[in-house]
């Protein structure tokens, strides 16, 4: 095996690691509700929300809304509490689904 | 250039030709003129850019340099004592990241009770953590030895910590007379640090990595194996030193007069120079007698003690340190390295904390060994009778 | 590149990626380094680094010297202009353990934001009581019982050293406002010196809080006053978080198994009581009510 010289590591490796079946749950974005605000964006501490464009809104202005990257989303629900818009809600995975 | 100075400046002066970017120090006895020296030639303006950090304590002093070593700075500090092993946590780790921090040790004994005099105590409970060890025997040798373990240490092959050490007192405070490097000398040796990796943001590597058993065992037998290279890079470095020095201090060990010797009789540090004498006197009055010198502890240089004590029945290690429950230090590593073969080992204890080691004190425990008046094994001498009682 | 990544090991609903995030945010490219604890076993692994910036972890008690050492390293070597130097510490390896360290960096004046990521006890080995835990928790080494209701004496006041220190810049923060997290590392680099922010972040498993609860429990510590939200400016008290309709500190209790404890304990109303009195106090000393 490669080791590296006093186990110096190589920057976000942990990518690699998907975190995303940890959880039971999981958000689910209801974009008619979404104003795109960002607060689901700053406070996810698995990072793994993003704004993304979704067309234009009536005045012509670009409108984006919250995406979950569930290869990451641990389930934790932060983001559901936070939305303001009701947004976002969180649903029991189909495997722990009674 | 010659000139009569103290060791602490011999040392100081050494260490600002080699450069430095970062060195960092706290004041602990019989060190801190070393460092002393250091500040005054910072306020006089001549270090170049080198940052001179006084730190809030011995353990916080490693710690800078840690964080300096790793960004890919020059590193050096001066230590002893109780503050050596204060600074431990912190060494045994920079060995592990695989930081070429080199320490000037002023070797002083350990508390309890408090002494700041002179033994081996400090530096020998830091044998196992991956930091390269060899000892002067006077101040051009540790005039010499500076630039040197900055070679040694900052080989890619090696990057490990490495310490120097100098006895407390007897070597830094001593006036003698020391030809004093010059800066053209010390370029040419010593090229300045080249990190083979280091902390930037322009390639944003993570350092100190915890490693789970999958790999753990793997980082630490890379460090073993370091220090198994670097007993040939050392070596490779103390030859280039003697010649562009002409200043010729040997190899891990110098072994004189052993060819034929029955009783081999072994030093480290200032001690070399009175047993060396000895040696030498009782081999006038007849006696088969050599003497060795371990300048290299860690890596031991197993091979090289063994093969210099092939034809001697006895061997005396003057110890000046202690391991509670077994043998001495150096010892252990001597009677592994013979292992093989039918030779006795005497380890008389001298001089901790500073006791005196007489020249008759000497000459009549080598007397002693060769008359078979001793017992193989660790004891003590120049001890008083003592019996201990609760107050 | 990212400067800090998705994939880290934190438990569902902690609140140190936020506040890491939030602080890098604000920083950009910086150096890091790193205490021995919960954020440095969730992002150092070997191979699984979740930094996208320049990361060291030495030991517990001394990440305030190692980056001491990265600033000396800079300004020696040239190369000061890579990057600010940061420090990510928990409350124990920054009010306990490293304290020696960190007074030393604050008296030397390294140019040093220094973060304190303060979930209030020793979480990454199971919640065992700090200088940093409040009044009444109930941890592992400070367990309530027959006799004791949890945790005996009061948070040391790490805001009131750092500016015993001349601390540049000194701020508390709290994971319920990243953005505020984000604003008070931008302006912390605005000052040359040592700088403190102090960052209340929100542990699901040792403060017994469900995962969905971690923000609303710490927006409560700022909305009982528990947390005061402060910033200082070279030792003036510049900005305070206002708070409309102050809560009572049961509010912010009952929410948590930490504390559950004090509500039948024969001591708890006292402890409840003492905790009251800190919040009047922080509302009083801060001007916190609106």
Redesign the interface.
């Known amino acids: 095996m490669k080791i590296t010289l006093g186990a110096v590591s190589r920057p976000l490796e942990s990518l690699k690691i998907k975190t995303g079946d940890w959880g039971t749950e999981y958000p689910v974005i209801i974009e008619e509700n979404c104003k795109g605000c960002g607060d689901c964006v700053v406070y996810c501490p698995d990072l793994c929300i993003e704004l993304v464009e979704v067309g234009k809104d009536e005045k012509g202005k670009v409108r984006k809304v919250a995406k979950v990257n569930y290869d990451y989303c641990k389930g934790c629900g932060t983001c559901s509490v936070v939305c303001k818009h009701e947004a976002i809600k969180m649903e029991i995975k189909e495997l722990y689904r009674g | 250039m010659m000139k009569v100075v103290r060791g602490f400046y011999a040392v100081a002066y050494s260490v600002k030709l080699c450069r430095p970017d970062v060195i960092c120090a706290y004041p602990i006895t019989p060190q801190s003129e070393i460092v002393e020296n250091i500040a005054q030639m910072y306020a006089n303006g001549e270090l170049g850019n080198c940052e001179y950090i006084t730190a809030e304590s011995e353990f916080g002093a490693a710690s800078i340099l840690v964080g300096a070593s790793a960004t890919g700075a020059r590193t050096y500090t001066a230590t002893c004592s109780q503050g050596l092993i204060l600074m431990s946590e912190v060494l045994w780790n920079a060995a592990g990241m695989r930081l070429p921090i080199v320490l000037t040790i002023a070797n002083r004994s350990l508390s309890a009770p408090l002494s700041i005099w002179n033994d081996h105590q400090d530096s020998m409970a830091m044998r196992d953590a991956g930091i390269i060890q060899m000892y002067v025997e006077n101040n051009q040798e540790v005039h010499d030895m500076m630039p040197q373990a900055f070679k040694i240490a900052e080989n890619h092959k090696v990057m490990l910590p490495m310490m120097v050490c100098m006895d407390g007192y007897k070597l830094t405070h001593a006036y003698e007379p020391v030809d004093l490097l010059n800066q053209e000398m010390v370029d040419e040796f010593l090229p300045p640090y080249d990190p083979p990796v280091k902390m930037t943001t322009k390639d944003p590597y993570t350092f100190g990595s915890y490693a789970t058993p999958a790999s753990y065992m793997e980082f630490r037998a890379a460090v073993y194996n370091a220090m198994e290279r670097s007993k040939k890079i050392i070596e490779d470095v103390y030859k280039e030193w003697a010649e562009v020095s002409g200043r010729n201090w040997g190899g891990h060990i110098v072994a004189e007069n052993c060819e034929d010797a029955d009783v081999c009789v072994m030093a480290m540090g200032s001690l070399v120079g009175l047993v060396r004498e000895v040696v030498k006197e009782l081999r006038g009055e007849g006696k088969k007698v050599g003497f060795i010198k371990i300048r290299t502890f860690r890596p031991f240089p197993a091979e090289e003690i063994a093969k210099a004590v092939d034809n001697c029945q006895k061997i005396i290690v003057f110890e000046r340190s202690l391991s509670m429950g077994s043998d001495a230090p150096v010892t252990l590593d001597v009677k592994s390295a013979i292992h093989k073969k039918a030779i006795d080992v005497y380890s008389p204890v001298v001089g901790l904390g500073g006791r005196d080691v007489p020249h008759k004190l000497v000459k009549s425990t080598i007397e002693e060994v060769i008359e078979n008046k001793a017992k193989p094994g660790t004891y003590f001498k120049g001890l008083k009778d003592y019996e201990e009682v609760i107050v | 590149?990212?400067l800090?990544?998705?994939?880290?090991?934190?438990c569902?609903?902690?609140?140190?990626?936020?506040a890491v995030?939030?602080v890098l945010e604000g920083t950009g490219?910086?150096?890091v380094?790193n205490a021995t604890g919960c954020l440095?076993?969730i992002?150092?692994?070997?191979?699984?680094?979740?930094?996208?910036?320049?990361?060291?972890?030495?030991?517990f008690?001394?990440s305030a010297?190692?980056?001491?050492?990265?600033?000396?390293?800079?300004?020696?070597?040239?190369?000061k202009d890579?990057?600010p130097v940061v420090v990510f510490a928990g409350d124990g390896a920054t009010a306990d353990i490293g304290i020696?360290?960190l007074?030393?960096m604050f008296?030397?004046g390294h140019d040093i934001l220094y973060v304190c990521l303060d979930n209030e006890a020793y979480q990454n080995t199971g919640n065992q009581q700090s200088g940093l835990t409040p009044p009444g928790s109930n941890t592992t080494t400070t367990p309530s019982g027959k006799v004791l209701p949890g945790k005996i004496k009061p948070k040391k006041d790490m805001v009131s050293i750092a500016l015993a220190h001349k601390a540049v810049y000194v701020a508390t923060a709290s994971v319920a406002y990243?953005?505020d997290i984000?604003r008070k590392a931008k302006r912390a680099l605005e000052f040359e010196g040592p700088k403190y922010l102090q960052i209340h972040s929100v542990c699901v498993t040792g403060w017994g809080v469900d995962?969905?609860?971690?923000?609303?429990v710490a927006k409560l510590a700022v909305e009982t006053a528990l947390y005061p939200l402060v910033e200082y400016e070279n030792g003036q008290l510049v900005r305070v978080k206002k708070i409309k309709d102050r809560k009572p500190v049961e509010e912010y209790l009952k929410l948590q198994r930490r504390f559950r404890h004090l509500f039948k304990h024969p001591k708890g109303k006292e402890v409840i009581a003492e905790l009251q009195k800190i919040a009047d106090e922080n509302a009083k000393k801060y001007g916190l009510d609106a």
């Not at chain 3, 569902?12 to 936020?18: D, K, M, T």
């Not at chain 3, 992002?43 to 030991?59: C, D, E, R, T």
């Not at chain 3, 995962?211 to 609303?216: R, T």
């Open positions: 590149m990212k800090f990544g998705s994939g880290h090991g934190a569902p609903g902690c609140g140190l990626p936020i995030k939030s490219p910086c150096f380094a440095e076993i992002s150092s692994q070997y191979g699984k680094s979740a930094w996208g910036v320049p990361y060291i972890h030495s030991v008690e001394n010297a190692v980056a001491a050492g990265i600033e000396a390293a800079l300004k020696a070597l040239g190369r890579e990057g020696g360290c007074s030393g008296d030397r990243p953005r984000t995962g969905k609860q971690a923000i609303p």
